[in-house]
């Protein structure tokens, strides 16, 4: 009964957290693709909804990346004979940020997603070196080792967040939000 009861007080305070982004901007993020390009969130991102993953340590990188192929799958992938006008017209940006004396390895990052990464997934991960405090602040997330998730309505407003390694019911709330 305790344990049960702890679990519904933490995912309340889960819940409250997020919560209290809904509705917020997205603050201004300038991150870049593997090839240097550079992309600034909300402002490039306007016009379409959007889902952006954050992930401010290894292990909370590692639980990015268990969404890379179902959000693949379900957002981006284009399958043979699909008609014009259906499936999903969002953006979709996967950032592992690199912060404090982190930032010097964001060049071995950008190398390393080159080699590793499904070429089809690179457009869709960006890198972001800079402070973390701002983002912290304003985006509410404090436990280091799972990655938050945010998706933004066309004008660029947090309209669901969620937090945390893959799970179908996740990705049918991400999907739920950008029906609405």
């Not at 990346?65 to 959000?71: A, C, D």
């Given at each position: ?136 602040e304003a985006l509410d997330f404090e436990k280091r080792d799972i990655p938050y998730f945010f998706v933004l309505n066309p004008d660029g407003k947090i309209i669901f967040a969620t937090s945390g390694a893959f799970t ?13």
């Amino acid at each position: 009964m305790k344990n049960l009861l702890i679990a519904v007080i933490l995912m309340a305070s889960i819940n409250l957290t997020q919560a209290q982004v809904i509705g917020k901007m997205f603050p201004a993020m300038e991150a870049e693709t593997v090839d240097d390009k550079k992309v600034l969130m909300p402002t490039d991102t306007q016009g379409k909804y959007t889902l952006v993953g954050l992930a401010y340590s290894k292990k909370s990188e590692d639980d990015l990346n268990s969404w890379f192929s179902p959000v693949y799958n379900k957002f981006i992938r284009k399958t043979k004979g699909m008609l014009e006008g259906m499936g999903y017209d969002v953006n979709v940006y996967f950032v592992p940020m690199f912060t404090g004396v982190n930032a010097a390895a964001t060049g071995t990052a950008k190398k390393k997603a080159l080699k590793n990464i499904d070429p089809i997934l690179l457009p869709y991960i960006l890198f972001y070196k800079g402070e973390l405090k701002p983002y912290k602040e304003a985006l509410d997330f404090e436990k280091r080792d799972i990655p938050y998730f945010f998706v933004l309505n066309p004008d660029g407003k947090i309209i669901f967040a969620t937090s945390g390694a893959f799970t179908e019911d996740k990705l049918d709330a991400v999907e739920e939000a950008i029906e609405d």
